[in-house]
């Protein structure tokens, strides 16, 4: 069975993006952190920054999803959306 998404809910999508980047920015601090700590001098990022890093993401994360929500809602109606194809729940 064929479905058109023909529009997406910007701030429903950007919320679970943001929390899905800030997850990621978790992830990704640890590691930032460690190159901070064994770089010459301290050189790099301090870290406030690296601290700051995954609500950084968050942010981004968030506004740059809604924005493409936007986006794709305004050309879902000239060009009629993505096409998916959903299985029947029951087994075969």
Do not use: W
Not at 20 to 30: C, D, K, Q
Not at 59 to 87: H, K, Q, S
């Amino acid at each position: 069975m064929t479905h058109r998404l023909t529009r997406v809910d910007p701030l429903q999508a950007a919320k679970i993006a943001g929390a899905l980047y800030f997850l990621v920015g978790l992830l990704v601090t640890p590691i930032i952190y460690y190159t901070y700590v064994i770089s010459p001098e301290g050189l790099g990022f301090g870290p406030g920054f690296v601290l700051g890093l995954p609500f950084l993401y968050a942010g981004l994360g968030f506004a740059f999803t809604a924005l493409a929500c936007v986006c794709y809602n305004m050309l879902a109606r000239t060009l009629g959306g993505i096409e998916i194809d959903l299985a029947d729940g029951s087994p075969s």
